[in-house]
């Protein structure tokens, strides 16, 4: 399993139907017909089908798709809460993640704690990062550092430390595919890990923007 830091800052989740169109990739379209951003809500047809609604204090600023490592077809999306000078203060991103075909390879988590979202059971653990620079600079080519560039790119500022919780599970039976829900916070909101109350309040906050629907 990849160390928990790349999850991380999936900084802390290409869109779209039918035949490919011109300067477009097969595997983009297809992503295109699988998944959908609309009045604050994500649906997902396909690993998993699912539809979340995000609270309308965050901002959806899109989404990419890339092969990771040449090994798994990666999809971000991102909503974002941010201040005036576009310095983000919370964050979720949803990671849509599958081996590739050619790739022999299942994911693998410790069952430590479980949640209960939508009638699912998603695997969750949350973790504090003081130095976010550092920490993208070690690998150039992960999936968070991706997601960062990402974020620059729209114009988003990224804090110097962050929180993070990730809700995470397996969605076929051959544990191929994966679907993560990352939420982030900016350190200097007042996230914390220190001790059991910081804990419990930084996890309800991020339990509070978004609503899995049926």
Do not use: C, W
């Amino acid at each position: 399993m990849r160390k928990t830091l790349l999850f991380v800052y999936a900084l802390a989740t290409s869109l779209l139907l039918s035949s490919p169109v011109p300067g477009q990739s097969p595997a983009k379209t297809e992503s295109k017909q699988m998944r959908r951003v609309k009045h604050q809500v994500l649906t997902s047809t396909s690993l998993p089908p699912i539809r979340i609604k995000f609270d309308e204090s965050f901002k959806y600023v899109g989404s990419q798709s890339f092969i990771l490592y040449d090994r798994a077809q990666v999809e971000q999306h991102f909503f974002v809460d941010a201040d005036k000078q576009q310095r983000i203060k919370r964050m979720y991103m949803m990671q849509f993640e599958g081996y590739l075909p050619k790739i022999k390879a299942t994911y693998d988590y410790p069952f430590t704690k479980t949640v209960n979202l939508g009638g699912q059971t998603y695997i969750v653990d949350a973790e504090r990062i003081p130095n976010v620079p550092a920490a993208l600079k070690q690998d150039p080519q992960s999936d968070v550092t991706r997601a960062a560039s990402f974020l620059e790119s729209k114009g988003y500022r990224i804090s110097e430390s962050i929180m993070f919780q990730r809700f995470v599970r397996l969605v076929d039976e051959a544990k191929r595919n994966e679907f993560i829900l990352l939420y982030v916070e900016d350190s200097a909101t007042g996230a914390s890990a220190e001790n059991e109350k910081a804990s419990q309040e930084f996890s309800s906050r991020a339990l509070k923007g978004f609503t899995i629907l049926k």
